[in-house]
Structures are given as C-alpha cells and as structure tokens.
C-alpha cells in the first residue's frame, strides 16, 4: 500500500523506526472529523485526542477517499507528474504528520502543530526530490522549491493565527530545504552522506532548536 511505503521511505530517511504501520490509523469517514471542519472541505487531517488518564493518545489519519483513489489509479511511486503531485504531497504530509508524532511520543516528548507542518514540508520537497531523481536520474527537479514553497497558498478561510503558523512553517522549511538543495544537486557518496547527515540531524532537534538553526543559516 502506498501510505506503508510513503512511511518506510521516511523511517529509512530518518533512521528511525517504522514505528506502528500507519494503514491500522486510516479512516475515510469525515464523520470524525472536528465539527469546525464539516463545513469546509479538507483531504488530509491527522486526528489527534489525548486519553482520559493523560497516560496515552487516541490517533487517526484521515485522507479523502478520492484523493486515495486518484493516487490507486495514477501511483507516484511509478510516474510523478504535475497530475499528481498535489496528492502525492497531500498524502506524504499526513504520513509524515503520523510518522513524527508517533515518534516523538515513543520518546515522550511533547510536539507542536507549528513543529509537524514544519517537518512534513521538508518531507515533501526531500522525498520528491529523491523520488524525481530515481525516475529521472539524469534531471534535477529545481522547480519543485518554487512550486512547494514560494507557489504555495495557505487557505484563506483559516483563522489568522492558523494562516500565520502555515506561512511560518512553510517560510523556515523554504530556507532549510534552499541549503540543502545546494548539495542534493552534487552527485556522489560524499553529498548524499552530508544531507543524509543534516537531515537526521534536523528531525532530532527540538522544535526551538530547528528554528535556532534555520535563523543562522
């Protein structure tokens, strides 16, 4: 299944444990979405409540049952495109959201929404890059940093401090995602192991260090 694969390619990026196979947390059913969302329209949304004893969390992944067809009937895996990257992403960020939860709270540590988006934009521009890369091997993508980030419309019917933690997390992975584009472009095991590097690096630091970090860059 796409989203088993989707969450392998960013354990085996990370160097992290798969952690609990994210099909087991798949619902389609928009009847558990928050009652806020019911009148909007939304693909992806990770579910998130925390136990009654405060010991646990309760965790489901939406994804919009269309999208998941349109991605069965055109695989990114086999052909990314311009007709479906818009899903490969939707459906990447809310893997990615599961697989960074999952993992933080195997480690007890507390995780930010400002911190999952943040994280799931780099996710989309590094694993598209490498997936372009092994379909196209002689072609480098360097129009996916403009499509992902300076393209990029956060929705305008959000609430204000929802649109500015969109553009904040979309802002610093821009940044972070333009340095390590300068070494994804060498070719070689010296640049694959630099980013290899200061990508499992990234994934480790605390959400005030990421930001520290992407400051002085």
Not at 33 to 47: F, I, N, R, V
Not at 166 to 194: D, I, M, S, V, W
Request: glycine residues 6%; proline residues 5%.
């Amino acid at each position: 299944m796409l989203l088993r694969q989707l969450q392998a390619s960013l354990a085996a990026l990370y160097d992290v444990p798969q952690g609990p196979d994210v099909s087991h947390f798949l619902t389609s059913d928009p009847g558990l979405l928050p009652l806020a969302q019911l009148g909007s329209h939304t693909d992806e949304q990770l579910l998130v409540a925390e136990d009654d004893d405060g010991q646990g969390l309760s965790v489901a992944l939406y994804l919009d049952p269309q999208l998941l067809e349109r991605l069965r009937v055109t695989d990114p895996l086999q052909a990314l495109h311009g007709g479906n990257i818009g899903d490969y992403w939707t459906a990447l960020e809310g893997v990615s959201h599961f697989a960074y939860l999952t993992w933080n709270a195997a480690h007890h540590r507390a995780v930010s929404v400002h911190e999952l988006e943040l994280q799931a934009e780099v996710d989309k521009y590094v694993c598209s890059v490498a997936l372009l890369r092994a379909q196209h091997p002689e072609y480098f993508p360097a129009e996916l940093h403009r499509l992902l980030f300076e393209r990029a419309r956060v929705d305008p019917r959000l609430p204000g401090t929802q649109r500015s933690l969109y553009r904040r997390a979309n802002q610093g992975a821009a940044r972070f995602c333009h340095r390590l584009a300068q070494r994804l472009r060498e070719r070689g095991a010296t640049a694959r192991a630099a980013v290899s590097s200061e990508l499992r690096r990234f994934y480790r630091l605390t959400n005030a260090a990421k930001l520290h970090h992407i400051a002085a860059l």
